[in-house]
């Protein structure tokens, strides 16, 4: 006798119909899979660990420190925070933030973080300084998708 129930490829609710002589008024539709590509992952930018940690810290500690307000934290911790992943200015932005709070809770780390703070900040500067002479109502979202 087996301990373990033999599991089939049938959905549970059409085989407890079946099992009870009830009709099923609906039907499963069967998930169509998208062919898997493989990738190649020179092609990904390599992966930064300080801004793992800072991203981190950004939505984990520092966007405490900006707003009171559950309201306002909320937005910086979901709108701003996932707007950040998909923009290169609204990210360095965010990690230079995030870098100078961290001054303050790894004080050994300081002039470090400090640094960090100032290069993103003057990196993310130069890059949108070009768009900013230029803004108007129909390119004003490239301000935020700088890439």
């Not at 898997?36 to 420190?65: C, M």
Request: glycine share 2%.
């Amino acid at each position: 006798m087996d301990v373990y129930p033999q599991y089939d490829e049938n959905f549970p609710s059409r085989r407890n119909c079946v099992k009870h002589g009830a009709r099923c008024d609906y039907t499963f539709a069967t998930p169509q899979q998208e062919p898997v590509q493989a990738l190649n992952i020179d092609s990904f930018p390599s992966l930064n660990l300080l801004d793992l940690e800072l991203f981190h810290n950004f939505t984990t500690a520092t966007l405490a420190t900006l707003c009171v307000d559950s309201a306002c934290r909320n937005t910086w911790k979901n709108a701003i925070a996932r707007r950040a992943t998909g923009s290169y200015f609204v990210m360095r932005a965010l990690l230079s933030v995030s870098a100078a709070h961290m001054t303050k809770q790894k004080p050994e780390r300081k002039n470090h973080h400090i640094s960090y703070a100032i290069a993103n900040h003057d990196d993310t500067s130069r890059q949108v300084s070009s768009i900013m002479t230029q803004i108007h109502s129909e390119n004003l979202e490239d301000l935020i998708d700088v890439e």
